[in-house]
Nanobody, 122 residues
Framework: VHLVESGGGLVQPGGSLTLSCAAS????????MSWYRQAPGKERELVAQ????????YYKDSVAGRFSISRDNTKNTVSLQMNRLKPEDPAVYYC????????????????WGQGTQVTVSS
């Protein structure tokens, strides 16, 4: 069971980055997927979440309108498009599986990737 993030890096304020997460070892299409971030000295926080069919999404208030989460159930990937990056956005970003459906029954079962660093600096 693996979640592998990629796409982090250094970007100037106002710039854009796209994070990707490749999933393996579980039924991705039945799983609710999320992106979290953790800045130094702060708790890990939920940034965005996407439902199994991509019909429902959630965004932290401070990123709504700037970030976009998407998924491809044929490729077992989830992405986070980050636009207009701000000085408060730098953190290690983590891909997360929140849980999965078996029929209509939902089991919360966290899985984490290793994280990818996002740095915003001029």
């Amino acid at each position: 069971v693996h979640l592998v993030e990629s796409g982090g890096g250094l970007v100037q304020p106002g710039g854009s980055l796209t994070l990707s997460c490749a999933a393996s070892g579980f039924t991705f299409s039945r799983s609710t997927m999320s992106w979290y971030r953790q800045a130094p000295g702060k708790e890990r926080e939920l940034v965005a979440q996407i439902a199994v069919n991509a019909g429902d999404t959630y965004y932290k208030d401070s990123v709504a309108g700037r970030f976009s989460i998407s998924r491809d159930n044929t490729k077992n990937t989830v992405s986070l498009q980050m636009n207009r990056l701000k000085p408060e956005d730098p953190a290690v970003y983590y891909c997360n599986r929140d849980g999965y459906y078996t029929g209509t029954y939902y089991t919360r079962s966290y899985l984490w990737g290793q994280g990818t660093q996002v740095t915003v600096s001029s």
